[in-house]
């Protein structure tokens, strides 16, 4: 008796101790993927997009609700807990809206880990080691690290997602302490995955789908199962139903758009690669390494290697929680790793382009927990060590070249450069006029912000064409009819200091270029990826 109590408590001491080296893992992940975040956040200038969100976050509530959505693509919610964010940091700047995507970063480690850790536990298997490597694959993702530093939409729609599966496992698992709350959970992260984004209902339907799954395979049609589906259902769709509206009013702006480039099998096959085989920074190796045949050819061959090795693992990992009888789960991370890019690549060619990269980047969420829970079914345990030395590795080279060679557009450095240059004479030209947001984050001069123009007209310039490249009605391009509002403005000035972004898709006639033709000659030019600053001397 007295060697079997000194038995268990040499067990619980050992439990303990995994626990307490268990957790100061976790921590170490948590606060160095937080550091990393913290330190890259400020070192890069706003971009266009996030020019909008903080324009954006100045607007009262009720325009951010009533008025926004008939011009901009993304739903309210974000820009609203931007504004409430604001409110609370009391920071007037308008730069500190990463520090809110940084927050809902680390809310993402936590619920990935509690899934990971609940699916674990459902399976039987060893809870800890797990959902620990999937909150390294949270922490270090290249592509989940750069949405943390940016004030866009797309991470909080990552942790919607990522709710909305935490209350799915629980409702499959079936713990009756936590159904109800799983149900609650579930609902709710399903509601906010529509609201962060307008193509969020795609992931939300295959959630829905494999909850259906569930009630017919393994509740067998119970009725209680069914009604508290139906409810939540209900619930999901008469709160998500003034943003379908918004959707279908956008739908007539979005369809005309030139903007994306509609998508190909190979261009499918090559986001998917990108995405699912840890490659989605590949492509910032050659710039952050050197454009070297050898770092090319290198960089190429290791992601094919890692594409086939996740495949293979998720493939493994589905066959044994098949084997398993967890038929439920399998279906929703099949249906949550395949279904949700096949339907988005669908819907990009019936309709609207869309940008598949970008939408598809939440089924991260689910493929890591696969992932995972994958390599805990490997027997030998040298063997997952080195599946998961491998994919750290891999980890660290994608974020590095990332953060070294990763771009976004240098605002502070174009219009430093604008202050030196500009005379009382001048003029600054922005096409098109939504440039006008992340410039002006960057002028703390009152004399220079008056020199900046925006083309055809202010944003935004609702009503003002019906020529919208990008979809967005308050963002027009240039007509042959604006030339003349282009010779006002330029009207007895010495120089003009022309800013384009994309400018062959804002004005495909060159009307801009030709109108200053008349008058003035090109002197210099700088680009920056898509910006172009020229200036031009008057003849």
Known sequence: MLRETGVQGLHRRESRTNQIRHFGILSAVILISLAIKIVHEGALSYWLDEGYTAWFAKLSFYDLWFWLPEIESHPPLYYSLVK??????????????????????????????????????????????????????I????????????????????????????????????????????WALFAFGALLTNWSHHLGGIFTAVLFLSIAIHWVIEKKF???????????FVVVLAFSAPLIIQIVRQLVFWDASSWVAEPTIISFVQVMRRI????????????????????????IALGVVVGILSFALILFGLFKIIRMKAISLACFLALSCF??????????????????????????????????????????????????????????????????????????????????????????LLMP?????????????????????????????????????????????????????????????????????????????NVTRKTLGEQYYPV????????????????
Not at 123 to 132: C, V
Not at 142 to 157: D, F, Q, T
Not at 284 to 296: E, N, Q, R, S, V
Request: net charge neutral; glycine share 6%; with cysteine.
């Open 84 to 137: 409430i964010w604001g409110l609370i940091e009391g920071d007037s700047t308008g730069l500190w809206h990463r520090s809110l995507s940084i927050f809902i970063s680390l809310l993402l480690v936590i619920t990935s880990y509690l899934s990971t850790r609940n699916t674990a536990l459902y399976l039987k298997q060893e809870r800890n080691p797990a959902a620990l490597f999937n909150s390294v694959l």
């Open 139 to 182: 922490c270090f993702s290249p592509v989940i690290v750069w949405y943390s530093i940016e004030a866009r939409p797309y991470i909080l729609l990552f942790l919607a997602y990522s709710l909305a599966i935490l209350g799915l496992i629980s409702i499959i698992a079936q713990k009756e302490e936590a159904t109800l709350k799983g």
């Open 222 to 232: 119970e009725k209680a199962f069914l009604y508290r589906l139906l409810l939540c």
């Open 276 to 299: 699912f085989g840890f490659g989605y920074a590949d492509k910032l190796i050659d710039t952050a390494f050197g454009p070297y045949t050898i770092i090319h050819t290198g960089r």
């Open 339 to 428: 279904a949700v890019p096949f339907a988005s690549f669908v819907v990009s060619i019936l309709g609207p382009n869309i940008f598949l990269e970008r939408i598809l980047l939440p089924g991260l969420i689910p493929y890591f927990l696969l992932l995972a829970i994958s390599i805990e079914f490997i027997d030998k345990a040298k063997l997952r060590y080195a599946i998961k030395i491998f994919y750290v590795a891999i980890l660290a080279l994608g974020l590095t070249a990332t953060l070294r060679a990763g771009k976004k557009e240098p605002w502070g450095e174009i219009m430093a450069g604008l202050a030196n240059q500009i005379q009382e004479n001048d003029v600054i």
């Open 433 to 509: 006029n939504d440039l006008y947001l992340p410039a002006s984050l960057y002028v703390s001069d009152p004399e220079i912000s008056t020199r900046i123009k925006s083309i055809p007209a202010k944003y935004p310039a609702v009503k003002f064409s019906d020529f919208y490249p990008d979809g967005f009605p308050a963002v027009p391009g240039i007509r042959a009819q604006d030339a003349e509002t282009i010779r006002t403005l330029i009207a007895g000035k010495d120089r003009v200091f022309l800013v384009t972004r994309q400018d062959t898709l804002f004005d495909p006639e």
């Open 524 to 539: 210099t030019e700088h680009v920056w990826g898509d910006i172009r600053l020229e200036q031009f001397d008057h003849n």
